[in-house]
Structures are given as structure tokens and as C-alpha cells.
């Protein structure tokens, strides 16, 4: 039995963002043994579903996003600011600039 769990999306708009974050869920799953996972992507506004599944290459990638975390995680240093008109939007924007002494 395949397993399929739905992402429902508030937007108006299709991002890459939306298709990794369901690609990470299948990752996790992945790792707790569920093999044949797959993703869905709801976009009611703009009356459009997108299925996602999750390839050997997509693992290969999320494995090496993990490491750059956890290198980062570990470092003395902060990463640069990059000040990109996303940023305002972004859920991690304190974070990044914070002012720091």
C-alpha cells in the first residue's frame, strides 16, 4: 500500500520552495522505512494539484543539505546577510538580521 499525504497551499503561486518542502517530508519517511511515498501539492487558487515523488537524486541532495546545516550549525561564524527582496518574506528574517555585537 502507497502512502500519499496532501500539502495544501494558500497561494496564488507555484514555487520550487513548496515542491522541496514536500520532497523533504518523502525524505523523512523515506528514512522511516516508508519506500513508496508520495507527495501532493494543492493549490485552490489557483485550481491546480502538482504530484511530487521523491527520486535517488533528490536524496543524494537532501543528504548534503543536511551536512551544509550541520556544518553551519557549527561554526564560529555567521554566513554573510544577502540581502534579497525575499528575505522580507522570509520566516527566518530576524534571525538573519539580527544585530549582533
Not at 32 to 40: A, L, P, Y
Not at 50 to 58: A, G, P, W
Request: proline fraction near 2%; include cysteine.
Amino acid at each position: 500500500m502507497a502512502l500519499r499525504f496532501h500539502e495544501t497551499k494558500r497561494r496564488n503561486k507555484v514555487e520550487e520552495a513548496h515542491t522541496w518542502q514536500v520532497k523533504f517530508y518523502l525524505w523523512l519517511l523515506h528514512l522511516n522505512g516508508v519506500e513508496d511515498g508520495t507527495g501532493i501539492i494543492e493549490y485552490p487558487l489557483l485550481r491546480q494539484t502538482n504530484t511530487v515523488e521523491l527520486t535517488k537524486e533528490d536524496i543524494v541532495q537532501l543528504n548534503e543539505s543536511v551536512v551544509k546545516i550541520s556544518n553551519l550549525q557549527q561554526s564560529e561564524q555567521c554566513p554573510s546577510v544577502i540581502n534579497e527582496k525575499i528575505c522580507k518574506s522570509c520566516s527566518y528574517y530576524e534571525l538573519c538580521y539580527i544585530d549582533e555585537e
